[in-house]
Structures are given as C-alpha cells and as structure tokens.
C-alpha cells in the first residue's frame, strides 16, 4: 500500500534525543509532524481504498488462521463455545442513571464491556474454526449493539447539549467506548464479510449505517469535542485512544474518497494536538497504566497507516516484577500488553523495547480468549494473535536501568544495583499539579526493596462521579498528605499549574543519584511556606535512601508534618527508628519479618503511626486490607530548618 510510504517520513522527527541533563522543556512551538507528512506525500493519492486495505487475513483467508498453534485455538473456540451459552447483558436506563443518582459508574459499564467481550470472543472462535457456528450469535451481538442509544458510558454522555442523566439519540457524541465500539464493529465488518451477509444483507448495511452516524460523520463534521484538540482544553490519552480507533472505522468502513481523505487528515491535525502536549522525554504524565492508550495508542494510530512514534517510556518507569513508577491515577501494579511493548520496540529499532516485550509475554504465557480486551477492537487482538513467531524469536530483556531521568516529567529513578532487581529503588518527580490524572504529589518519593514496596504511591481507587469533578481532591489518594510529603501549617498542596517544583536538578553518578527541587510553589500562599528545599538521595554505597530538607517559612508554623505511606507493618515504639516489617515469623514486636528501618532524629520529631482500612476493589488487590501512614511531627515550631531521613535495610 502507497500508505506505507508515511513510515520513514516520521523517524527523523519521533526519535529526536533528549539530553538527560535537560530540565522541564519550555513551551514549545506546534511541530505539526503529521500533518505536514500527510501533505508532503499527497494523501489524496497515496490513501488506499477501503476495498484495498488488507491490514490482516479475513475469516476467507483460512491458512492464517488454522496456522495457529492448536492449543491456542482449541482455547479460543471454548471460549466462543462458552459465550454461547450466555446471555446477552440487558442495559436497562434506570442502571444508566445510577451515575447521576448514586455516583457508581462501574454497574452499567460491566453491562456494557460484557456486550463487547462477548462480541470479541464469539468473531475470534469463528475466525479459527471457520464452520459457521457462531455466525448467527454474532449477528445477535452486532444487532443488540446497533440498537443502543449510547455506545459510550454514563461518565461521558455529559458532552451532550442535554448533560448527563440519559444519552440524547438525535445528538451522538464520541467518547473512548463509542470510538471503541465503532472500531469493534468496522473490524467485525471486514473479518467476517459476507459470513454475515449470509445471515441477512441488513446486518453489515445497519452496522455500517450506525458506525457512520455514531461515529465517522460526528467526528468529521464537529471540531467541537475537546479530545480532538481544537478547543483550549489540553488533550491527553483520549485523543490518540479515540483517534486510534475513528481511524480503524476510517480505514476499513468508509468508501468515499473525499471523506475518506478528510477524515484521515483531521485525525493527523488532532494527533499533531497530542504529538505538540507531549514531552520531548517521551514521558507519561499519566502514568506507566495509562502509557498504553496514550503513546502506545499514537503509535496504533501511526502503525494503521504502517508508520511508527519513538520513546520507551513504559521500560524507563520498570521497577520489577509487575510493578511500575505509578504517577497520577497509574496504578502501582500494570500488565502491559507484551505484543504492544514489542511491536513498539519493533517499529522504532529498539530491540531491548522488543526484548522486553518477549519477556512480558514469556511471564504471562501464550496469548489467550483471558488477554482479549473486555471492551476494545481488534487493532490489537490480531497482531497479537498473527506475530505471536517473531515474538518468541527475540532475546527476553529485563529494562533494569541504574538510573532514570524524564526531564520534562521531572522523574527521577535509580538502583542500587544497575542491572539487577536487588536492592533498594527509588524514584521521585516534580512537575505540577495540574498534569493529566493529576494527584497533588510535587515531590512525591516511593522506595522499593529487592522489587518489593517500602513506601509507595497508593494510586487511585475505583472511578466514580468524584473522580474527574471539582469534588476530586476530596478523595483520600489525591491529597498530598497520603504521598511522601510534608504538611504545613496544616496545609496540603493544592491543584493547578501554579503550584509546581521550581530550581529541579538532577545529579547522576556512579555511587549516588540524586534530585533536589524546591517544593514550595505547590503549597498555597497561606501555608505561608517560602522554601521548601528537597533532596532525595539514592546512596549506593551506603545502601540508604536519604531524605534531606531545608526549610524556611513566613511565619512560625503551628505544625510541621512529614508523612510515609507504607503497605508494611511499622512499629515506632523505639525513638528515632521505625521498623518496617513484611508479614512471616514474629521477629519484632511489630509481628512480623524486619525488613527496613527508617530513621530520624527523635529531638526534632516524635513519630506516630495510623492505619487506614483498605475495602477499594481497585486498591485492596495491590495493597491487601491496610496501609499506615508515618507521621513524623515536628517537635519545634521554627521559622526554619533542616532535617533527615534515611531509608535502609533493617541490622
């Protein structure tokens, strides 16, 4: 296809090197990368037709898909053969009102996502048996889902000119699942054909209809949806997440050349919205779980027209195991999809990227109906399924880089031991705090040990109608308090651009790494804080994480709090020195294994420490049923001062 001529015209551009002794990257002017490629090779003339555009093998091309291996396709067709037996899920109005009435968004979104699971799993049972049988439910499934009034959820139908409560059918508005489920459809389209012509000519013709109607006419005739870029709102995963998926509708549905050409240059000019937002560094302010539908997602968007985006962000935040550097609503323990990780890697000539994502895929095992994503299409189900050989082929890579820096993010990570997973682990960022999914956490610092957490970023909880609403920063995990930072004046750090870290440097070295910022910016005026210098410290030598602050305030504070969150036992009973304990044998009075020890100087503070129940469905599968808060309180109440605390393995 002449659309793979896109591929080398934009290396140069997505693979420019950052210096890593840079700090945060000033604004910038737009770099327009795609947009001016789209114009340089005459798109009009280099687009392939949709009845030329064969991404993948159809249900027709039968030595593709009986070339899998049979384990895996004996999986699939159980799968197809379980769905079978199952309902369609009912999606009543009254479940879609609960987000209005009660805040739960998560009750009519399982109803909705086990709609398009089913879906998924019942074409991927035909496409590897090929014998017709799950042809008819999968016309159920494609006529249900036609009939919807909303494709999206109950949190995004507020983009109505009607606001929230029900969806408006006469005013479609595109959110991730619409986009989602337009892409899901138009795959279903194109893999199956004329399988489901023969149930009824009116199934592809209603499908098509309504993909266009919900989909390719919204998003081509309205430039008003923030997401796209055209508004003053800033971007952030939305835009490659829904961009991804209008251009597989695009590609594979739609049959007029002009809108067709149209179509494809608007999600260039939007994509350039989120390419211009995005930081040299390559960094995800949203966070390692959210890297994968926002520059994993451009890079879906590239790979449709066979082109490809550089950075390995989702390596450079890896601390081990399934744990990650979480920022923002990221949750500490991510599963990257390991064919993504290693197309990626493919694409930009990074074989550790690719490395990684064999590993990934030896850890979790050959993929399966399990690894099918609930509510997605099928742009990454298929190549999954078809490159599974060239995957296994490449050498597993563990990413265990001895130190870390994103500039513009202000991330900062390091090892003790470079290479190896032992020892302890240490990051801490700066920023500010109106990134996307943004925490109040400036200067936040977590420790981890031998790949296992000290203190950590507990992440966020389960999304409800708080989440994303002026309400956010009532929620426990977005408040300053809970992450490793101090508390002034009994104030937190507040939301918005403003409140930033200033003066960030960066120091790598071969026995210490470290990062100082002054946190005072993030604090509001009256905490009255006018330098709250920090610096973080990882000693390998010594082996410690050390904390040191220098502090000066406007006035005599009533209170300085620190504040270590931790998933582990603490017992602060021995002044100067608390102990963290891992569950096992009762060494310490703290019942428990010692395993680290933090320590203070007992005349400038007295430690205390609270544990707060962990019930979130989100939060309990990572954390158990508690976390503990250290407070480290200050005993003087000084306009100034200096301290420090030190993190290491416990005599």
Aim: charged share 25%; net charge neutral; glycine share 8%.
């Amino acid at each position: 296809m002449k659309a793979l001529s896109l591929c080398p015209l934009l290396f140069p551009f997505l693979l420019a090197p950052t210096p890593d002794s840079a700090l945060a990257a000033s604004p910038r002017p737009p770099r327009h990368l795609l947009e001016r490629k789209a114009a340089a090779i005459g798109l009009s003339q280099a687009l392939a037709s949709a009845d030329a555009f064969r991404p993948y093998p159809r249900l027709t091309d039968r030595e593709a898909w009986t070339a899998l291996p049979d384990a895996q396709r004996r999986a699939f067709v159980a799968e197809a053969e379980r769905q079978l037996a199952t309902e369609w899920a009912i999606l009543p109005a009254t479940r879609f009102l609960d987000f209005v009435r009660d805040g739960n968004r998560a009750r009519y979104e399982s109803l909705l996502f086990s709609r398009r699971g089913k879906l998924a799993d019942l074409v991927l049972g035909e496409l590897v048996e090929g014998k017709g049988r799950f042809t008819d439910a999968i016309a159920d499934g494609v006529w249900l889902i036609c009939e919807e009034s909303y494709w999206g959820v109950p949190a995004h139908v507020g983009a109505q000119r009607r606001g929230s409560g029900l969806p408006d059918v006469t005013e479609p508005t595109v959110d991730l699942f619409a986009a989602e489920t337009g892409a899901l459809l138009a795959w279903t389209d194109y893999l199956l054909g004329e399988r489901l012509d023969a149930v009824h000519p009116l199934v592809r013709e209603r499908l098509r209809l309504e993909v266009d109607r919900r989909i390719l006419t919204p998003n081509l005739d309205r430039d008003d949806f923030w997401w796209m870029g055209f508004t003053p709102r800033e971007v952030n995963n939305w835009n490659p997440w829904i961009n991804s998926n209008w251009l597989a509708s695009v590609l594979l549905l739609e049959r007029d050349p002009g809108r067709r050409t149209r179509s494809v240059e608007k999600i260039a000019r939007s994509l350039d919205r989120f390419v211009d937002a995005y930081p040299d560094d390559g960094g995800c302010d949203e966070g390692p779980s959210y890297w994968g539908r926002a520059g994993a997602s451009l890079f879906e968007s590239l790979e449709l027209l066979r082109a490809a985006t550089g950075g390995r962000y989702i390596a450079r935040v890896y601390i081990a195991g399934d744990s990650y550097v979480p920022m923002g609503d990221a949750s500490a323990r991510v599963s990257p999809e390991p064919e993504l990780v290693f197309r990626y890697g493919r694409a930009v000539g990074d074989e550790a990227l690719a490395g990684f994502g064999t590993l990934l895929a030896s850890r979790r095992g050959p993929y399966g109906p399990a690894d099918v994503p609930r509510y997605g299409s099928f742009a990454r189900v298929l190549p999954a399924l078809l490159q599974a050989k060239d995957l296994v082929a490449v050498r597993p890579v563990e990413p265990l880089d001895g130190e870390v820096w994103l500039p513009d993010l202000q991330l900062m990570a390091a090892r003790q031991r470079p290479g190896s997973s032992q020892g302890l682990y240490v990051a801490a960022w700066g920023g500010h705090n109106a990134q996307s999914h943004n925490h109040n956490d400036v200067g936040n610092v977590i420790v981890y040990a031998d790949g296992r957490p000290l203190l950590v970023d507990v992440g966020a909880p389960e999304y409800t109608s708080r989440t994303f609403s002026p309400r956010r920063y009532e929620i426990w995990t977005m408040q300053s308090q809970w992450h490793t930072l101090p508390a002034v004046n009994g104030f937190d750090q507040e939301a918005g651009a403003e409140h930033r870290a200033r003066d960030v440097v960066f120091k790598p070295g071969r026995d210490a790494v470290r990062l100082s910022l002054d946190l005072a910016p993030a604090y509001p005026v009256e905490a009255r804080v006018t330098r709250w210098r920090r610096e973080v410290t990882l000693d390998r030598r010594k082996g410690e994480v050390v904390l040191a602050e220098d502090y000066l305030l406007g006035e005599a504070p009533e209170s300085v709090r620190l504040h270590f969150v931790t998933p582990l036992a603490a017992d602060v009973s021995t002044p100067g020195r608390v102990v963290l304990s891992r569950p096992g044998p009762p060494a310490v009075s703290a019942g428990g294994e010692a395993s680290h020890v933090l320590l203070y100087d007992a005349t400038r503070f007295a430690a205390s420490v609270e544990q707060k129940r962990v019930d979130d469905a989100r939060l309990q599968p990572i954390w158990g049923d508690r976390l503990y808060r250290i407070v480290l309180t200050a005993r003087a109440k000084a306009l100034r001062g200096t301290h420090r605390v030190v993190v290491r393995a416990a005599p």
